[in-house]
């Protein structure tokens, strides 16, 4: 049982363009979200997160979206950058009650090529 | 400041053979997590540690998967005997206190079972 669906296994967008990134949830449990990038044979390195009391949060170029109700967030990147090339995770983690209770589930990833 | 370090970055082994993986976190991160990567999917939580205390592992394979993180620093993650299906990237993570949720990862140990 997938807990968070990334549908788009690749999306490929021209420099300078927005790259829009989406992931579904199905847990309602959630509370924080993150984005991960991973370039080849390195580990993923966090990108920027968003708390489930906020709709929006914005970190330079990058800009994450959270949709409640449709369980659905979204990553914008604008404008695309050739080193925004890489593999993008989105993860859900349910700190809820138990305050520390970090553990991230993953998405499968959406493999972005930014186009010159 | 140096990130999280693993070694060996590869290996590979015939099925049977024991491994093991080491994983040396972000100096002063208490919590350490083992994640498994398989080809096309995210990682997936293997065992969480804070300090040297398996808080989470559940999903991990215990009849042949063992973890210590024996003085709360670095850590071990074995396979005895491999399988074929062990095939993976293997990630270690760390994050500063069980509250606070980035993780930082290690550049993963890819593992092949011949």
């Known amino acids: 049982d997938q807990q968070v669906k990334q549908n788009s296994p690749s999306l490929s967008v021209q420099e300078g363009r927005i790259s829009i990134l989406n992931c579904d949830y199905t847990?309602?449990?959630?509370?924080?979200f993150l984005w991960y990038k991973k370039y080849p044979a390195e580990g993923p390195t966090f990108l920027i997160s968003?708390?489930?009391?906020?709709d929006k949060n914005e970190d330079g170029r990058f800009t994450v979206f959270l949709n409640k109700s449709a369980k659905h967030l979204s990553l914008h990147i604008v404008p695309s950058q050739p080193g925004d090339s890489a593999v993008y995770f989105c993860?859900?983690?349910?700190?809820?009650?138990?305050?520390?209770?970090?553990?991230?589930?993953f998405g499968t990833g959406t493999r972005l090529t930014i186009i010159p | 400041e140096a990130g999280v370090v693993q070694s060996p970055r590869y290996k590979i082994i015939e099925k049977k053979q024991p491994v093991a993986f080491w994983c040396n976190p972000i100096?002063?991160?208490?919590?350490l997590y083992w994640y498994l990567q398989n080809l096309g999917q995210g990682p997936e939580l293997l065992i969480r540690?804070?300090?040297?205390?398996?808080?989470?592992d559940s999903q991990l394979p215990k009849d042949r998967f063992s973890a210590e993180r024996l003085k709360g620093v670095d850590s071990t993650l074995k396979i005895q005997p491999a399988e074929l299906g062990d095939s993976a990237v293997y990630l270690c993570?760390?994050?500063?206190?069980?509250?606070?949720?980035?993780?930082?990862f290690g550049p993963g140990t890819r593992l092949t079972v011949l």
């Open positions: 540690y804070e300090n040297e205390e398996a808080v989470d």
């Open positions: 993860a859900a983690s349910d700190s809820g009650k138990n305050f520390g209770n970090e553990k991230l589930t």
């Open positions: 847990n309602s449990m959630f509370d924080y």
């Open positions: 100096s002063g991160h208490n919590t």
């Open positions: 968003i708390s489930s009391i906020k």
């Open positions: 993570a760390s994050s500063l206190d069980s509250g606070f949720n980035e993780q930082f």
